[in-house]
């Protein structure tokens, strides 16, 4: 698995990519990828479709790395690309045009691969009743909650990403968390209750 990236080294390859550096865009690829593919399996299901869709969004950034401006955080910005590259292509395959395609897709959340790590039975059942109930959220909601606890990005980053502005994602957020909250107490109280 590729090393983190600190945000310096992050900010050189970026500029040595916008001089014409292929291998500092290889670089960025190569430690960005895990991200980018977790993401965008979030996004649509089929893994080659994703794969795809990364390798396209990294060959259109070296075409325009002539005209590509400097950005504040590369993760977020491809994340914001590899999204659009995403929902366009699935646009495109269902031959259905849409004006706002940020609205229009599904995300899910799936925590099976971290129960491998679980031993407690307890501790699986909760992460069960947490999937359960971050799936029935809207995806806009479990898009906002997986930038923020799962990619680590701060709310401006996420507002970026999400094309929101920053008291919206904090609004989403606060949302997302009491929804979360009230369907969590439902299935303790079933819990306690059915013993």
């Known amino acids: 698995m590729p090393k983190r990236l600190s945000t310096e080294e ?5 500029q040595e990519y916008r001089n014409g ?6 670089s960025l690829m190569q430690a960005f990828y895990p991200d980018l593919f977790h993401w965008g399996m979030r996004l649509h299901s089929d893994r080659e479709f994703v794969k795809d869709c990364i390798q396209e969004t990294f060959l259109t950034l070296w075409k325009i790395q002539d005209t590509i401006r400097p950005v504040e955080n590369v993760r977020s910005y491809l994340l914001v690309i590899l999204k659009n590259k995403i929902l366009r292509e699935k646009t495109q395959q269902s031959h259905f045009f849409n004006h706002d395609l940020s609205e229009d897709y599904c995300f ?7 129960l491998r ?3 407690e039975e307890h501790e699986v059942y909760q992460l069960r009743k947490l999937e359960q109930g971050m799936n029935q959220l809207p995806a806009r909601q479990k898009e906002l ?3 923020r606890f799962y990619q680590n990005l701060s709310f401006e980053q996420i507002a970026e990403v999400m094309n929101l502005g920053r008291q919206s994602v904090y609004n989403l ?3 997302s968390l009491q ?6 107490l439902v299935s303790l109280l079933y819990f306690f209750y059915s013993w």
């Open 108 to 114: 899910s959340v799936e925590f099976s691969s971290d």
């Open 21 to 26: 550096d292929i291998y500092a865009l290889a």
């Open 145 to 147: 909650i997986y930038l």
């Open 173 to 175: 957020m606060q949302k």
């Open 117 to 119: 790590l679980i031993d």
């Open 179 to 184: 929804s979360l909250r009230k369907q969590w």
């Open 10 to 14: 992050t900010q050189k390859l970026w």
